[in-house]
């Protein structure tokens, strides 16, 4: 008998960072309408007067741009959807200098209570 492949899982909601030097910025995006659900970052005022980044964000201020953006989706009812995460292509993105940083974000996402789920090539924080 013939297994058919899995079904592709279908995308509702993803998160995307944005990391530069000085600022970190994170966003989950809805799929089903190319807007922004809730997004957190290091340039806001309330943020930024937390800690002081200087030449470069470190990753207590990654941690704190996921632990609000957590908060964020609790109010709005969303913390408990799926929300997909891929480190490897975040990490891809800007190269391994930036990965403690991902995996600040998506360590304070999970243990604040969001239900998010690691693409199966993520091997997990290092």
């Not at 009812?77 to 292509?89: C, D, F, S």
């Not at 990965?99 to 974000?105: F, G, M, P, Q």
């Amino acid at each position: 008998m013939n297994k058919l492949p899995p079904l592709p899982v279908t995308k509702r909601y993803v998160v995307r960072l944005f990391i530069s030097l000085k600022h970190i910025t994170a966003n989950v995006i809805d799929c089903k309408t190319g807007r922004v659900a809730a997004t957190a970052s290091s340039i806001e005022k309330s943020l930024k007067d937390e800690f002081e980044c200087g030449r470069t964000c470190n990753t207590k201020a990654a941690a704190t741009v996921g632990e609000v953006l957590a908060m964020r989706l609790k109010v709005d009812g969303l913390h408990r959807e799926p929300i997909y995460a891929n480190a490897a292509k975040e990490v891809a993105k800007k190269g391994f200098k930036i990965e403690s940083k991902v995996w600040a974000v998506f360590n304070a996402l999970r243990s604040r209570g969001v239900n998010l789920q690691l693409d199966s090539d993520d091997q997990g924080p290092p």
